[in-house]
């Protein structure tokens, strides 16, 4: 399978843990997203690297929230000190250029008890 | 601000009637517009983009810059159209933020 790829593809922690999600995108793609999605939502943006650089983040990244894509391949998402509100999907995607289309992984469930 | 809107959460139609899926969008500038979709245990894909002015799967979308709208159409519906269907906007200067809408969940009723 030469699409995205995320691991693990369920994550079920307790409150106040620390979770790491690894996303693989399409090799020749240079630009990577992540989203969250929760229930009844579509994908809200969470960040944007071009390569390995993070050029966009959004409001809704907290600072207990830290995306890396060392030199500029796979990608990681970490969340710190987890609460229940973090609970949700999170996506992955990437591209080749924004105006043409982002090809998404399956996803990673996060779940905080 | 940049925001897209889907009105419907759930579209019931029957097989072999129209569909319409409703998007508005927000949006100062021209904005690159697109068509997701998510059929049942599968992940999302693009399922055509307004730039290419494509029809697929039967589907084509018209940009109306003065309504701002970008709606999703098909003649006639078949069962394995239902699915989610998500609208997005890419926009092109400023900001690299993708925008989906919620969402609207397509029932084709045989």
């Known amino acids: 399978d030469t699409g995205v790829s995320q691991n693990p593809r369920h994550k079920i922690t307790k409150r106040g843990q620390n979770v790491t999600f690894r996303c693989d995108p399409i090799?020749?793609?240079?630009?990577l997203y992540w989203y969250r999605q929760t229930l009844g939502q579509g994908p809200e943006f969470l960040t944007y690297f071009q390569n390995e650089a993070q050029l966009e983040k959004s409001r809704l990244l907290s600072d207990r929230f830290s995306a890396e894509r060392p030199k500029g391949s796979f990608s990681t998402l970490e969340i710190q000190r987890t609460e229940q509100g973090d609970s949700a999907m999170y996506l992955c995607?990437?591209?080749?250029?924004?105006?043409?289309?982002?090809?998404f992984g399956p996803g990673t469930r996060l779940t905080v008890l | 601000a940049q925001r897209v809107t889907q009105p419907e959460k759930l579209l019931s139609v029957f097989k072999g009637a129209p569909v319409e899926l409703k998007c508005n969008y927000s949006?100062?500038?021209?904005?690159?517009l697109f068509w997701y979709v998510q059929y049942s245990r599968q992940r999302l894909q693009l399922l055509l983009r307004?730039?290419s002015r494509e029809s697929i799967k039967g589907f084509t979308a018209d940009l109306n810059k003065g309504e701002t709208s970008f709606h999703l159409k098909k003649p006639f519906a078949q069962e394995e159209d239902s699915a989610m269907y998500y609208c997005a906007l890419s926009p092109t200067s400023g900001t690299y933020k993708y925008i989906f809408g919620t969402g609207t969940r397509l029932k084709v009723l045989a």
């Open positions: 090799s020749e793609h240079n630009r």
């Open positions: 949006y100062s500038g021209s904005p690159e």
């Open positions: 995607a990437s591209s080749l250029d924004p105006r043409l289309e982002q090809f």
């Open positions: 307004h730039i």
